[in-house]
């Protein structure tokens, strides 16, 4: 490897950087930085879901995947012996069918009906949910924008 250093130009350079003013900081770091600082301050539980501690995490899914398979009576997942059990405290509840059987009588149901209907209706129904979904999208579009511009204009 070759040292060639050339100190005049070290000299020139360094003179020449000297005499570059000092650059400032944009005016919204500031608030940017206090935003992020004051985020971090808050407890885990105030913050987004993803942002919580992972054995938080664990607890929350462990918890709700008990509490669906209680109510739901276990019987996508769990052994006999636990379903058992989960029938049990299920017979201490409120009566509630189990959610999968609701849904499909739900759609036993729909798909009946749906047969008697005529084309032009199908498409009309399809029309009108494109025409909500488009709806939909453009007002959230909108309420982002209006929001985002409110924020800017805060900094």
Known sequence: MCDSSDPPLEALIDRKLRELPELEAPPTLAPRVMAALQTRARA??????????????????AVALALGGLLGGGSWVLNQNVQMLSRQWADKLPSAPPIEEALWAW?????????????????????????????????????????????????
Request: glycine share 8%; charged share 10%; proline share 3%.
């Open 44 to 61: 885990w539980w105030c913050r987004a879901w993803w942002d919580w501690p992972a054995a938080a995490k664990a607890a929350f899914i």
């Open 107 to 155: 759609i036993g149901q729909l798909w009946t009906h749906a047969g008697s209907i005529s084309q032009p209706v199908w498409l009309t129904l399809l029309g009108g949910l494109a025409m909500a979904y488009l709806f939909c999208l453009g007002l959230g579009s909108v309420f982002v924008r209006v929001a985002l511009h409110r924020r800017s204009d805060r900094h």
